[in-house]
């Protein structure tokens, strides 16, 4: 199995901030790579698919990058609604897996 | 979107049958998945089933639970037996894209405990 890992797993930062959110693949992965923003009480919500494709509706301020093992989100200007927990998923291989989560909190 | 239902609350070693109902698109011709997400903890892929009718499932439930649909009703389902403490999880369906490797389309997700 792939195995994601995440990188902080919890990080606090103030609204206008620059956030980097870090995965590792345990294997290359291509592109086959997902980021999503859950709030509490809701579901996943995806922000970023084959690494850095914005999905439709999300903000610009999003973006994502990376190829093989290693992948970014990056938040370029934090909002007061961005703080929320943020998982990675690959979709190389079965089964898919999900990174541990970061939970971005307000300083 | 999807609503999920079913859930509850459930003795180790016993059954539940969660069901998803979906709208705005075609089950049948969608890959299917069932996600589900411990309390306190990320989402783990549970299984998935494809539009031929192709199903992969997690070791961990591989063997006690079998994902099927019923495409009269656009619904989704998710059998669950031999349960035990560590599936206690919400569980959400979502739509699999094969060309993108997202799940969207999630409902609000069922709550499952096992307890005795």
């Known amino acids: 199995d792939i195995q994601m890992t995440q990188s902080p797993s919890s990080v606090s930062a103030s609204v206008g901030d620059r956030v980097t959110i870090t995965c590792r693949a345990s294997q290359g992965i291509s592109n086959w790579l997902t980021w999503y923003q859950q709030k509490p009480g809701k579901a996943p919500n995806v922000l970023i698919y084959?690494?850095?494709t914005l999905q439709s509706g999300v903000p610009s301020r999003f973006s994502g990058s990376g190829s093989g093992t290693d992948f970014t989100l990056t938040i370029s200007s934090l909002q007061p609604e961005d703080f929320a927990t943020y998982y990675c998923?690959?979709?190389?291989?079965?089964?898919?897996?999900f990174g541990q989560g970061t939970r971005l909190e307000i300083k | 979107q999807a609503v999920e239902s079913g859930g509850g609350l459930v003795q180790p070693g016993g059954s539940l049958r969660l069901s998803c109902a979906a709208s705005?698109?075609?089950?049948?011709?969608?890959?299917m998945s069932w996600v589900r997400q411990p309390p306190g903890q990320g989402p783990e892929w549970v299984g998935i089933?494809?539009?031929?009718?192709?199903?992969q499932y997690a070791d961990s439930v591989k063997g006690r639970f079998t994902i099927s649909r019923d495409n009269s009703k656009n619904t989704l389902y998710l059998q669950m037996n031999s349960l035990r403490p560590d599936d206690t999880a919400l569980y959400y369906c979502?739509?699999?894209?094969?060309?993108?490797?997202?799940?969207?389309?999630w409902g609000q997700g069922t709550l499952v405990t096992v307890s005795s």
């Open positions: 979502a739509r699999y894209g094969s060309q993108t490797g997202l799940f969207d389309c």
């Open positions: 084959a690494t850095s």
């Open positions: 089933i494809s539009n031929t009718d192709t199903t």
């Open positions: 998923q690959q979709a190389n291989s079965f089964p898919i897996t």
């Open positions: 705005g698109f075609t089950v049948s011709s969608s890959f």
